[in-house]
């Protein structure tokens, strides 16, 4: 008997697509609409490169130690990571030291020299410092960057009131600087007295030290 018709009462409710079955089944009804009993190798098959929109990056090859960002909404670019890391540490340190009278800021012998590798780069500062102060006075503190003095013109970063005659202490200054540059900067300690006394930087010969890190923006 011919079946151009399927009754499912008469098949019992059942078909085996194996052997009750012939021909392709199409595509909108779940199948394939092929007869081909192999897949596509992806390996050897299949040349060029796929598309975002159709899962793939777009990319034949992509860079060493990169990763992928999008360029646009359906494009893909191999990207170096460089956003907040640290691009380089310069640091210096010496036991040199020098004194000052003055009321006006003068260079201390604390300093560093930095070169940012992008102009869009910060620059974190931290100095560690000792000083001692030979009078009833206020000492003052402060970072210059070259002739600039990155604190309050008048007071600098930190200030230090001595009271009950001479007095040694130490000190750290700590800031992060924008010097929308690519030329070599220099990063020095400045201090001064307010009047009358003398402050002396490092006056025990230990070891100032100041750092300086680029961070990539």
């Known amino acids: ?20 079955v012939t021909g ?9 609409g092929s007869t081909a009993t192999t897949f596509v190798n992806a390996t050897t098959n299949v040349t060029g490169t796929l598309p975002v929109p159709n899962g793939g990056t777009g990319l034949a090859s992509g860079t060493t130690d990169q990763l992928l960002k999008f360029t646009g909404t359906t494009t893909l670019a191999s990207s170096a990571i460089s956003t ?23 260079a201390s012998t604390c300093t560093v020299d930095i070169t940012p590798t992008a102009s869009s780069s910060k620059i974190l500062i931290t100095a560690s410092i000792s000083f001692s102060n030979t009078h009833n006075d206020k000492a003052f503190f402060s970072l210059y960057r070259g002739s600039t003095n990155l604190g ?14 001479a007095s040694h202490d130490s000190v750290t200054i700590t800031y992060l600087d924008s010097p929308s ?24 010969s230990t070891n100032w030290t100041i750092i300086t890190q680029e961070v990539l923006a």
């Open 152 to 165: 309050n013109s008048g007071d600098g970063f930190r200030e230090h009131k001595t009271a009950g005659g």
């Open 181 to 204: 540059s690519t030329s070599a900067t220099t990063y020095k300690v400045y201090y001064r007295v307010t009047s009358g006394g003398t402050v002396a930087f490092n006056p025990d």
């Open 1 to 20: 008997m011919t079946l151009t018709t399927i009754n499912l009462a008469a098949l019992g409710d059942t078909i085996n697509l194996g052997t009750e």
């Open 84 to 106: 907040g890391k640290i691009g380089q540490v310069v640091q210096a340190s010496a036991n040199n030291g020098n004194s000052t009278t003055s009321t006006s800021f003068v």
């Open 24 to 32: 392709t089944l199409p595509t909108g009804n779940g199948g394939t």
